[in-house]
């Protein structure tokens, strides 16, 4: 069973410009979901992917967006990179259900903005 | 607005001295409360998932409870390996989110 994968796993970006994170979700899950983590700091919910749509939404501005192909894998595109937009971005995968989701994390992709 | 609050901030603990981690949460209606083991530049690892108060739940050297306003994660002869940042989220029934809300976790050292 292979696990949850991002790519890159680190990047440096200057002011204004875009990022495309990339994500491998975990064999047998169908929904994927993206956090930002600070360093010091927890992850903050993003947004997350149900059959290639967007069904939820953290406090993230429209900059962020995102993508969930048929394999359910998936993209997170940040535009106008801000200096605050340095963190680590994880992605998760789970198996929508009725009850909690349990969420398996990647190793995350560092994002550094200049 | 869900909340999280862990405390201590960090901890450290000689090898075998049992201690306890608070995760204090508010949330308009429990879903289920996680706790998660981090390590440094790894993604967080899953460890419990609770959903009412009084449950308990059990690994290895680790025990979690739940109440109707904390969670506590029980330490107990703790090992060098048990060194990480603990964090604890909470997920809530309804609206449009089905996000976790993470705290900001306790970063625990166990010293040989």
């Known amino acids: 069973e292979t696990g949850v994968t991002q790519s890159p796993t680190h990047l440096i970006k200057t002011r204004g410009q875009q990022v495309t994170l990339r994500c491998s979700s975990q064999s047998g899950h169908n929904t994927v979901s993206w956090y930002q983590q600070a360093l010091g700091q927890g992850p903050q919910f993003i947004f997350q992917?149900?059959?290639?749509?967007?069904?939820g939404r953290g406090n993230f501005p429209p900059r962020f967006s995102g993508l969930q192909f048929p394999n359910y894998s998936s993209e997170l595109n940040v535009n106008a990179l801000e200096l605050d937009d340095s963190a680590l971005y994880l992605c998760?995968?789970?198996?929508?259900?009725?009850?909690?989701?349990?969420?398996?994390f990647g190793a995350g992709s560092r994002l550094t903005v200049l | 607005e869900d909340q999280v609050t862990q405390s201590p901030e960090a901890l450290r603990l000689q090898e075998g001295e049992s201690s306890s981690l608070n995760c204090s949460y508010t949330?308009?209606?429990?879903?289920?409360l996680f706790w998660y083991r981090q390590d440094p530049g790894k993604g967080p690892e899953f460890l419990f998932t609770?959903?009412?108060?009084?449950e308990e739940k059990e690994k290895e050297r680790l025990k979690a409870t739940l109440t109707k306003k904390e969670s506590f994660l029980h330490i107990t002869a703790p090992k060098p390996e048990d060194s990480a940042t603990y964090l604890c989220?909470?997920?809530?029934w309804g609206g449009g989110a089905d996000g976790l809300t993470f705290g900001k976790g306790t970063h625990l050292i166990i010293q040989p």
């Open positions: 609770l959903y009412s108060a009084g």
């Open positions: 989220a909470v997920q809530a």
């Open positions: 949330v308009s209606g429990l879903r289920g």
């Open positions: 998760a995968s789970s198996s929508q259900g009725t009850g909690a989701n349990v969420l398996t």
């Open positions: 992917y149900y059959r290639e749509e967007e069904n």
